[in-house]
Structures are given as C-alpha cells and as structure tokens.
C-alpha cells in the first residue's frame, strides 16, 4: 500500500529559527513529490520535485529530494509568525492521477 | 478568476442522515477531485470525476458516491453518516488532460461535523 510519512507531527519554535520538515515514502509508481501549506482551509501549493538533489526554492523556503532514500526536505529559515500552519506532504503516482498525503507537521511560530 | 469553490463551509448531521456537498471547479478545470481530511490528519483521496463520470476511486465504501453535471460542476454525497465521517471534505480541480499534480487547484472544503 502506498505510504507517505511525516516528521515531526508537530513542532513550535521562536520566530527567527530555521526549520526542517521530514517526509518519507513508499509508493508504487513515483512520479512527483509536493509540498503544501495549509494554514485554514485550502492547502496552497509550495513546490513540486522531481529530480533527485536538485533544490527548488521561494524565498525563504527550500525543498529537495532524494529519490535514492525515498524522502524529502522542506526547510525554512529566519521563521516568521506567518509561517505558522500545517505543512503536507503528498505523492503523485504515475497513471492514477491522484495524491497521496502524509499526515502533515503542525508548525507553530512564536513570537 | 475564481479559484474552486465550495459549499457549504459547515454543516452538523445526525448519525444515520445523508449530505450532499457541491464543488465548482476553477475556471478552465475539467476534472474534479474530492478528499477527506480528518482532524489531524492529511487528506485521503476518495474519488474524481471526469466528462461526468468516475474515474478514479480510493478506499471509501459505497455510502459515499457522487455527480458531475455537464458545467463540470460536481456532487459528493454520502448516505447513512457515521461519527467517523466527521471531517474536512476538500473538492480540488485540474485539467482532464494530466500534466501533472501542480495544476491541482484545492477549494477551502466543507467541515462536515456528524453528531
């Protein structure tokens, strides 16, 4: 069964830190690995990855892949109360159109 | 340009009765997608509709089934609602053509609570 994985499931730090999120997967038949921000309702895409080792970044967020070990970083530097949301981990698997999610890490950022 | 929208933004159910919820799709989207986000936890694909028919379906029982009518416009319905169903019902919208997962385009969900 297709399995993604994230860690911590919750974290709280200062405004000012740097963070990473964790995720892992077993999948079937990979095709992409993406990053949402959930902060009420309706998670907002942050990147979609691809490629082993290559980094894709936004400002002052960050992710990579590694496609050998089977998981995914997303970092964030210089926090901001902003930051403060849910942060979900999801699969895209080849041929079924459809996304498979970890259960997300809660980030609470305080002032 | 609107994004998905959804409706309604919270409802409360008793065990036992039925809900339909609706979803407009973005403007230029086809295909649409419903998922379940439990508290705490992310959200589990239960099915998509295309050219007004399932395409795809997760690991949800029969109570749960849905429409697309011809404007792409799509219902999720679920028939005798259990506690467990209790949950975030997110619509997402994308190209019936695949290009990928970053045209997924989620509404802000229908809060179901099941009392």
């Known amino acids: 069964e297709d399995k993604v994985v994230q860690s911590p499931l919750s974290l709280v730090v200062h405004e000012g830190d740097t963070v990473t999120l964790n995720c892992s997967y077993e999948v079937t038949n990979f095709r992409s690995l993406l990053w949402y921000k959930q902060e009420k309702k309706a998670p907002t895409f942050l990147f979609m990855l691809?490629?082993?080792?290559i980094e894709k970044k936004s400002g002052r967020l960050s992710s990579i892949l590694d496609k050998k070990e089977l998981f995914s970083i997303l970092n964030i530097t210089a926090t901001q109360t902003g930051d403060s949301a849910v942060y979900l981990c999801a699969v895209e698997i080849w041929g079924a159109q459809k996304l498979v999610f970890g259960q997300g890490t809660r980030l609470t950022i305080n002032p | 340009d609107a994004g998905v929208t959804q409706s309604p933004t919270h409802l409360i159910k008793t065990r036992g009765q039925q809900v339909t919820l609706r979803c407009s799709p973005k403007?230029?989207?086809?295909?649409v997608s419903w998922y379940q986000q439990a508290l705490g936890q992310g959200p589990q694909f239960i099915f998509q509709?295309?050219?007004?028919?399932?395409?795809q379906r997760g690991n949800f029982p029969d109570r749960f089934s849905g429409h697309q009518f011809p404007n792409y416009s799509s219902e999720l319905n679920v028939n005798a609602l259990l506690l467990g169903d209790s949950a975030l019902y997110l619509c997402?919208?994308?190209?019936?053509?695949?290009?990928?997962?970053?045209?997924?385009?989620f509404g802000a969900g229908s809060r179901l609570t099941v009392l």
């Open positions: 691809t490629s082993s080792g």
């Open positions: 509709y295309y050219e007004e028919e399932e395409r």
């Open positions: 997402a919208s994308s190209f019936g053509d695949w290009t990928g997962a970053n045209v997924l385009t």
């Open positions: 403007s230029g989207h086809d295909t």
